[in-house]
Every structure is written in structure tokens, then in C-alpha cells.
């Protein structure tokens, strides 16, 4: 318990109760958001959403950011992108989010479940490549698994916490099995790979806004392409299939109302504003955890990668022994500090346990010692 008792120590000047990630507002915030309500525009027609838009496309680097609703939708459309449809099968870590997953189930096609990396916790592109070598082939350009005779169509890599992957070795194994790859960056605003911008290096990526997250709008996502027809396609069909016009509704295709409304934008304008203000302060209380935890013998602290730069969402510990994760989690929360423990394995969800998987050594050995200390803005300032 010598984790625990010295985060109690190192926290106890600080007002509790303390959450994981609470938003945190700006100035602009309020501005932004009353002058959308003066303006009458606050659903999906306005000028904040496409503002935004363009400053995440400044931001990301990516040719085209489309504002949608919320993260699991930026990630439906992404497999939508991969005409990811029934009889497909999708590649991702069984250590995510259960948005991932239920995205690719959106589409009527299956999960297939892969292991991850012990130094990223995103998914290990050698044992999914060992893997790949032996359970499928390549027939006509597609990649067959040879068990089910069902295509897998992508791989979805899933950025943990916003620390980023290790991307070029997952680039060169989609292209050696013809996969393509899906980012879920919804965790990775901010966050760097070799200084390029998470979410930008597959066809498609994701971004979620939630209020949890580095930067919110209350409710949000985005997806970022860099691929003409595909943002034309995906603009297209998250505003209904509405072929333009001045009056008239004329919609070629099933579409959906995934559009983000002009309010939420409003305040992701105010965010982006003092993006790097919010992720400089993320980065000095994460090496003050890093700091305080150093000499710690029963823990380690995730850190970024090398050659990567993280934004740091969540700091997390990992314990060295699983039988401490639910007297630390308790005996925190008894200080009013909120800490969380990391997801369940999908594979181990109702829905999840019969879809095909490959060993997932990895994953079972980590996830039961691992929680998320409190990594708001707000904490930091209360700190620094
Ligand atoms: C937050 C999150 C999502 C979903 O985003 P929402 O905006 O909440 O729908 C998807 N994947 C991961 C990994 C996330 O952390």
C-alpha cells in the first residue's frame, strides 16, 4: 500500500473530492456559447462547426476533420469509410473502450480480438504479425482468415490514455497483410507520433470531445482524413444524405444525423483556444506523479513513449501485484480520491465472448493492476 499512502500524502493539501478528468472552462467558453444562443443557431446549421473543423484540421495537420455527434459515432463512420460491412471482420485490441468494438458491430461485422504491447499498451505489432502469419492467407488482395473464411478488413489501433502506439511498425504490417488501418485516437488530442499528429496516420481516425476528455464540448468527436472521396462520403452521410439545395429534401442514400450541433462547437472553438495551455499543465502534474512515485517499489507509472509525444489524459499505475487493485481503489476512494481502474477485457463481455480472438497474454497479465489517478486541468493549476 506504499502507492497509495504516498499519493494520499503528496494529495492531501488539495481540495476532494477529486474526479478522474474534470472539464475544465476557459473564458471564451462563455462567450462563445452565449453568443451561439444570441445567434439562434445552436442545432446543425452555424458557423462555429465549421470554425471548428478547420481549427482541428490546423491543429491535426489533417486534410479534412468532420464534427459529429460524439466519439462512438466519429467511429462507426471510420469503419464505414473501410466499407467494413456484415461478414467482415476487424482487427482490435481486446484491452479498449467497448466503443470500439460496438462501432465495428454497427456495421454488422465481428471484432476479432488482438493483444497488446507491454511498453504501450496499444496493440504489439510482432505478436500480430506472428499471428496474421499463421492464421490467415492473402486471396485477391484481401486478407482471409482462415478459421472463419471471413475477410479482415482493418485494423483498429486504439491510442491507451493518449500514449501513442508504435505506428510505424503497425503501418508496414497493414500494408504487408492489406489491411487497413483505423485509428481510435478518442483519448489522443494533442498527442504526437514522431511529430505527427495522432489520428492522421491510418485512412481514417476518431476523436472524441466527451466531457471526460482533454478537451470537451460537452458531447462531440470528430473524424480526420486525408482522403478527398472519403471526407466528400462521410460529410455526405452523417448529415442524412441530404444532397444540397436551397428548400428542398431530397436524401440519395441511408444516412444519419451525426452532425455536431453548433453549441458544442461553439465550445470546442472556446477549448481548442487554450489547448496548449490545458496539455503544458497536463504534462508538469504527470511528471509530478511520475516524481512522487519514483522510489515507489510495488508501482510503475506509464509513461510516453520514445519518439512520441503523449498528451497525457489519464496518468496510470500499474501495480506490480493484481491482489493490491481493489484495496488501493478502495482505501483512495475513502480519501475522496476517485481513481478508476482500467476496462474489462471485451473479450469477457456478454456480447464480446464468442468473437474470434488471438492469446491475449498481455492483456490478461496487465488489467487487473492497473488505475487511472485523478488527471484534470484543474488539479494541476490547483497544484502548480
Ligand atoms: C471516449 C472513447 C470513445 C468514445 O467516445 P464518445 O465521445 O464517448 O462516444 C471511444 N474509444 C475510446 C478509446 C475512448 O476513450
Redesign the pocket.
Same mark, same amino acid.
Given at each position: 500500500m506504499e502507492t497509495v499512502d504516498l499519493l494520499i500524502q503528496h494529495l492531501a493539501p488539495i481540495k476532494k473530492p477529486l474526479h478522474l478528468h474534470e472539464p475544465w472552462f476557459n473564458e471564451k467558453s462563455w462567450v462563445y456559447v452565449k453568443d451561439c444562443l444570441d445567434s439562434g443557431f445552436v442545432s446543425s446549421v452555424g458557423q462555429y462547426v465549421s470554425d471548428f473543423e478547420r481549427a482541428l484540421e490546423k491543429l491535426t495537420g489533417a486534410k479534412h476533420a468532420i464534427a459529429v455527434v !460524439?466519439?462512438?459515432?466519429?467511429?462507426h463512420m471510420c469503419f464505414k469509410a473501410c466499407d467494413v460491412m456484415e461478414n467482415d471482420e476487424v482487427l482490435l485490441p481486446a484491452l479498449?473502450?467497448v466503443?470500439?468494438a460496438n462501432?465495428v458491430k454497427y456495421c454488422g461485422a465481428t471484432p476479432h480480438f488482438v493483444d497488446v504491447a507491454r511498453d504501450t499498451l496499444a496493440v504489439d505489432p510482432e505478436a500480430l504479425d506472428r499471428y496474421l502469419a499463421e492464421n490467415t492467407e492473402i486471396k485477391e488482395g484481401q486478407c482471409i482468415n482462415k478459421k472463419t473464411g471471413r475477410v479482415i478488413k482493418a485494423l483498429c489501433v486504439?491510442?491507451?490514455f493518449g500514449h501513442p502506439a508504435d505506428l510505424n511498425s503497425l503501418l508496414s504490417l497493414c500494408e504487408r497483410y492489406h489491411l487497413q488501418l483505423v485509428e481510435?485516437a478518442?483519448?489522443g488530442l494533442g498527442s504526437y507520433y514522431k511529430k505527427q499528429h495522432l489520428g492522421t496516420f491510418g485512412k481514417v481516425g476518431?476523436l472524441?470531445? !466527451?466531457g471526460?476528455?482533454v478537451l470537451t464540448t460537452g458531447?462531440?468527436?470528430a473524424i480526420l482524413t486525408n482522403d478527398d472521396p472519403v471526407a466528400a462520403k462521410l460529410r455526405h452521410i452523417t448529415t442524412t444524405a441530404k444532397v444540397p439545395h436551397a428548400w428542398d429534401y431530397y436524401h440519395d442514400e441511408v444516412g444519419y444525423n451525426y452532425r455536431m450541433p453548433n453549441l458544442n462547437a461553439a465550445l470546442g472553438c472556446a477549448q481548442l483556444e487554450t489547448l496548449a495551455y490545458m496539455l503544458s499543465m497536463k504534462r508538469k502534474l504527470a511528471k509530478w506523479y511520475q516524481t512522487i512515485l519514483a522510489e515507489c517499489a510495488g508501482c510503475e507509472v506509464l509513461t510516453e513513449p520514445p519518439e512520441a509525444e503523449s498528451n497525457y489524459w489519464l496518468n496510470a499505475v500499474i501495480l506490480k501485484d493484481e491482489s493490491d487493485l481493489v484495496p488501493s481503489i478502495e482505501k483512495l476512494h475513502a480519501e475522496g480520491v476517485f481513481v478508476r481502474p482500467i476496462w474489462k477485457l471485451l473479450h469477457t463481455l456478454p456480447m464480446y465472448q464468442d468473437c474470434p480472438r488471438m492469446p491475449l497474454p498481455v492483456s490478461e497479465g496487465v488489467v487487473g493492476r492497473i488505475f487511472n489517478l485523478p488527471s484534470g486541468v484543474q488539479l494541476a493549476i490547483d497544484l502548480f
Open positions: !460524439n466519439g462512438t459515432a466519429a467511429l479498449t473502450f466503443a470500439t462501432a486504439m491510442h491507451v481510435d478518442a483519448e476518431a472524441s470531445f !466527451n471526460n476528455k458531447g462531440g468527436g
